[in-house]
């Protein structure tokens, strides 16, 4: 039974090892992991929280109050004796002008309520609310940039370990045609220099290699980096893959931008700032607030007389030396400069996804050149090995074959590898990107 569950256990390890990492995988992880998208997170609790700061606005305020104080000035000793219901007039020994030493202890709840401000407060919880909402979009704007930063990273990934493969597959080419030329030089029907050419040309295809494989190296890095976390190794994604033979050509719309978070973010930007005019605006008109005590006054705390008070008040500054005027000429400039900056933005949106659906054509358009040139290439290299090898082709034509095919299959991976980064491009400029995936990092 042990044995059973050994291996059980080491099939099991086996699987989870060898399972290969997705690029869903990886966009979950950098929605919970990367810093930067955890920090858009806070940044929304907090303007939540200023939100619900605002709307305490419209409760009371209550507080509690406890004092303790002594004196010999006459006014206030007469005061205090009052409120503990002591004071004695008629008392022989009674001087108001030379009070002993009076003290108090006072025990006080206390309440205001704001009754009137003009709206003010509806127009903060307006501010707040779409300061919440901006802080949002904000938000979604990151992590449509941080989810096509991964899709990049995670492609580039698979680019640099393909080129890996294509030098890998030079090497071996170029070892089968040192063999030949070894055979051939060995029947008498090949010189030296054959040889050696082939062999420098070898030494040249396995430098390449050792940078291909570096480079591969340092595409995973920078995967993890934008992750947030070592999640990928070297061999832990999926093997590169081919050209697709249903690749589909870029959307031809180039005209979409509505749905950009940043977009919606500048304007909700615009809008509180418009808020914050009118709020200037309402600081001309009068506040009224309620308010009331309760209080408990002693000498020693033994007997506690208490006594209430409660009121209304209204104030109505008429004159502040030109404050306020400055203050909603500055304010309505303020909220113009947010409409231009919105504006703005907006014109760049617009280039940014005219430019991405440039990229995505451009790089269909290789693709399909590239294809063709690596069938070409194959077939003259194929061609060429067989007439060297029956004598009919000099070395310097296989070495031409050679390089050619080398060069081709790796533009054709570096196409096909740009293409799918350019068609992710396209959905971020269209901010799509982060409408497939919530907070949580699901889909």
């Known amino acids: 039974m042990r044995l059973f569950v050994a291996a059980c256990t080491a099939v099991l390890t086996s699987l989870s090892v060898t399972s290969a990492v997705t690029l869903d995988d990886c966009i979950r992880t950098a929605m919970a992991k990367n810093p930067d998208a955890r920090a858009a997170v806070h940044r929304v609790n907090a303007a939540g929280a200023m939100l619900r700061q605002a709307k305490s606005a419209w409760y009371p305020r209550v507080g509690l109050s406890a004092s303790y104080t002594r004196t010999d000035n006459p006014p206030q000793a007469f005061m205090m004796e009052l409120n503990q219901r002591t004071l004695n007039m008629a008392d022989p020994s009674f001087n108001p002008n030379q009070p002993q030493d009076t003290e108090n202890i006072r025990l006080s709840a206390g309440v205001k309520y704001r009754l009137y401000d003009g709206g003010q407060r509806e127009r903060r919880i307006d501010m707040a609310r779409l300061g919440e909402a901006a802080s949002d979009e904000q938000r979604k704007a990151l992590y449509n940039e941080l989810i096509h930063r991964v899709t990049e990273a995670y492609y580039r990934v698979l680019q640099a370990q393909a080129f ?9 080419s170029l070892e089968e045609s040192r063999r030949v030329a070894n055979k051939r030089l060995e029947a008498g029907a090949a010189v030296k220099t054959d040889v050696l050419n082939l062999e420098v040309k070898l030494a040249q295809a396995q430098e390449d290699l050792i940078r291909a494989r570096n480079g591969a190296l340092l595409a995973t890095a920078a995967l993890n980096m934008a992750l947030g976390e070592e999640l990928v190794t070297e061999s832990g994604l999926p093997t590169p893959a081919r050209r697709s033979p ?17 977009l919606k973010a500048v304007q909700r930007a615009a809008e509180i700032k418009r808020q914050a005019y009118r709020s200037t605006r309402g600081e001309y008109g009068p506040t009224i607030n309620a308010f009331g005590s309760y209080d408990w006054d002693s000498e020693d705390l033994n007997e506690m007389e208490s006594s209430y008070l409660v009121g209304v008040m209204a104030e109505w500054s008429l004159f502040t030396g030109r404050q306020r005027p400055n203050a909603v000429q500055q304010a309505e400039s303020e909220w113009l400069a947010a409409r231009m900056e919105a504006e703005a933005v907006r ?23 590239t294809g063709k040139s690596v069938r070409s290439a194959r077939e003259a290299l194929r061609i060429t090995g067989e007439r060297y090898e ?9 070495l031409t074959a050679e390089v050619g095919l080398t060069a081709t299959r790796t533009r054709d991976v570096a196409a096909y590898y740009d293409y799918l980064v350019a068609l992710s491009n396209v959905e971020r400029a269209k901010g799509r990107l982060v409408g497939k995936w919530t907070a949580d990092g699901e889909q």
């Open 390 to 398: 029956q004598g009919a082709a000099d070395v310097t034509i296989l």
């Open 246 to 262: 249903g690749a589909k050509p870029p959307p031809a719309d180039c005209s979409e931008i509505e749905s950009r978070p940043e």
């Open 347 to 369: 014109n760049t949106l617009r280039l940014d996804l005219r430019r991405a659906c440039l990229q995505a054509t451009e790089a269909w358009e290789r693709l399909t050149v």
């Open 164 to 172: 890996v493969g294509v030098r890998e597959e030079s090497v071996k």
